[in-house]
């Protein structure tokens, strides 16, 4: 019976010169700490330390990657455990075995069999014959205490996690961490979007909630301003390094203060226009820069990805379930109003993220090889894979550097997907460097130096803490 296993040269290139100069430059980086600044670990699961459920609670429905794949062969999200009338824990497991073949050639069967080998210690090939002998294995595996959240945080080697959270989040479960001791390893990250977009329906009431959690009132722009600034000083002091910020557009043209007003007046009404809100959604981008400024919080942009693009599926399973859809992503002259104010601001560090790789050398690269405010973030989302993070070094070293990206992120709801993500990122990052040197582009103790920058150094000093 065939079995599971991780080659040691996975994803490194196949010639043999380049791949013992890919040993080589992987083995410095293999067992750095993992500095994880942008994902969707919830805080508490580590603020509370509770075991995991089950497999497929662990390794199955969170992960938008897996279902989305699977509900594309026809299987319906229910029978993987999402919305009413989900199915048990098990049957989710045999579901997913019996559709393991899906994830050939994906960045999903990398992480998964990563997780499976080097997490849980399993060899077993998941198919409809192995599914209940495979889902035993791991749930007495995670019924031990070493696979509880915080063993595995520290078996991970994981220096510092950034989770994603709102503005109107207590930072309650924070406050746990820090009291255990865990402030400086967790921290937050502010993520306004809910707030800035002022045509959601939840939005009135979401910026009522807002003046109560900043105590401040929200009933004119100005208080808005004031209540956001007041959030983003909460999060500071619960050691938040960075904001983020999920636009389908990247533009950044400013209102004047009576436009701005006028326009947040008529959301509090009801009365906004889509042109209005799409045009206060780019003010607010701008003002989030200029905050920024003030506070030194790393600005994070992610535009670009049409968001629920099935209503049905948003109304039945909520948001996140794999039905956001790239589109094209313009920057060049979207961020230049940002730019022009604040590109050169020394303050200012601003990430930028695409899901549109046509943008990676025309625009994204450029930017980001002039102004020092920018970095480029990593390849993100349907990009952080093995092709994605090649084409991604190819498409920028040569304008950026490598010393205008901004290290990898895992962007992950998945926990225990954490380390094979970086590993792979890693291991692209090795294999790219090996080409260099055995082209005589570089030398290999300055691969050596780079790879370790990389993976550790630049987002260290991207991600430094704002000054007081």
Same mark, same amino acid.
């Given at each position: 019976?065939? =079995? /599971? ?14 791949? =013992? ?24 699961? /580590? ?113 510092? #996690? ?74 500071? &002091? ?28 008529? &959301? ?28 030194? /919080?790393?600005? =994070? ?134 080409? #260099? ?23 260290? =000093? ?7």
């Amino acid at each position: 019976m065939p =079995q /599971l296993h991780l080659d040691p040269d996975r994803t490194f290139p196949p010639d043999p010169v380049t791949r =013992q100069l890919a040993r080589t430059v992987y083995a410095a980086t293999r067992d750095l700490p993992l500095v994880c600044m942008h994902g969707h670990v919830d805080a508490a699961l /580590l603020a509370d330390d509770p075991p995991f459920g089950d497999p497929a609670a662990l390794l199955i429905t969170p992960d938008h990657y897996v279902t989305r794949l699977v509900h594309s062969a026809g299987v319906p999200l229910e029978e993987l455990g999402i919305g009413a009338g989900a199915a048990a824990s098990r049957a989710i497991w045999r579901t997913f075995c019996a559709n393991w073949r899906l994830f050939r050639g994906t960045p999903s069967r990398y992480w998964l069999t990563h997780e499976l080998v080097e997490v849980f210690g399993v060899d077993t090939v998941p198919s409809a014959q192995t599914a209940d002998r495979l889902y035993d294995e791991l749930s007495a595996r995670l019924a031990r205490p070493e696979f509880r959240p915080r063993a595995l945080f520290e078996r991970f080697g994981i220096e510092v #996690l950034a989770t994603t959270d709102s503005p109107l989040d207590d930072l309650g479960a924070h406050a746990r961490l820090a009291a255990d001791g865990w402030g400086e390893r967790v921290i937050p990250t502010f993520r306004p979007d809910a707030l800035v977009h002022v045509a959601r329906p939840s939005w009135t009431a979401d910026v009522a909630a807002l003046a109560k959690r900043a105590d401040v009132p929200t009933d004119d722009y100005d208080g808005y301003l004031e209540a956001l600034r007041a959030r983003r000083r909460a999060f500071i &002091a619960a050691g938040a390094l960075a904001t983020d910020h999920g636009h389908e557009s990247a533009d950044t043209t400013p209102l004047g203060d009576a436009d701005a007003r006028r326009i947040y007046a008529a &959301a509090l009404a009801g009365r906004v226009t889509p042109p209005e809100a799409a045009a206060f959604a780019g003010h607010m981008l701008y003002q989030m820069a200029a905050m920024s400024c003030e506070d030194g /919080l790393v600005m =994070q942009l992610h535009p670009g990805v049409l968001r629920d693009h099935h209503d049905g599926a948003h109304r039945l399973y909520g948001p996140d379930r794999g039905f956001d859809i790239p589109v094209a992503a313009e920057f060049t002259r979207s961020l230049r109003p940002l730019l022009q104010a604040f590109g050169r601001h020394p303050a200012l560090r601003l990430i930028l993220f695409t899901v549109d790789e046509t943008v990676y050398s025309r625009e994204l690269a450029p930017l980001a090889g002039v102004y020092p405010a920018v970095r480029l973030g990593a390849p993100w989302w349907f990009l952080d894979s093995p092709e994605g993070l090649r084409r991604f070094r190819a498409a920028v070293t040569e304008t950026a550097g490598f010393y205008n990206t901004a290290g990898f992120v895992d962007d992950t709801r998945a926990f225990a997907s954490i380390p094979a993500r970086h590993d792979l990122a890693r291991r692209i990052d090795a294999g790219h460097l090996a080409d #260099l040197v055995a082209r005589h582009h570089l030398d290999l103790d300055e691969a050596v130096e780079t790879a370790v920058d990389l993976a550790y150094t630049i987002p260290k =000093q991207v991600y430094a803490r704002p000054a007081p």
